[in-house]
Nanobody
Framework: VQLVESGGGLVQAGGSLRLSCAVSGSTFDINGFAWYRQAPGKQRAFVALMTSGGSTDYAVTVKGRFAISRDIPKNTVYLQMNSLKPEDTAVYYC???????WGQGTLVTVSS
């Protein structure tokens, strides 16, 4: 499985961005996809999860502002980010939930 993120960029506080994670390869034994982020000088942290059954979970810091979704025919996982704050600035990574498979990351910068 390979993951390729896109959609990052510079946005003002209060704005929105949608990140995409293109999935290629065999996914038959994958039980979900997650988004993580790594802010400058900090450890990588969990952001959101969607299981293969459609259940979702979010970090407390993003709940109510971010939404994870999946387009199965397009083999793409999305992270819709609304009401962005400067503290959301980070490199965002897509990950296979039950495997150590990561994308290369996409940078999101939120200006105040």
């Amino acid at each position: 499985v390979q993951l390729v993120e896109s959609g990052g960029g510079l946005v003002q506080a209060g704005g929105s961005l949608r990140l995409s994670c293109a999935v290629s390869g065999s996914t038959f034994d994958i039980n979900g996809f997650a988004w993580y982020r790594q802010a400058p000088g900090k450890q990588r942290a969990f952001v959101a999860l969607m299981t293969s059954g459609g259940s979702t979970d979010y970090a407390v810091t993003v709940k109510g502002r971010f939404a994870i979704s999946r387009d199965i025919p397009k083999n793409t996982v999305y992270l819709q980010m609304n009401s962005l704050k400067p503290e959301d600035t980070a490199v965002y990574y897509c990950k296979v939930w039950n495997r150590e498979v990561w994308g290369q990351g996409t940078l999101v910068t939120v200006s105040s």
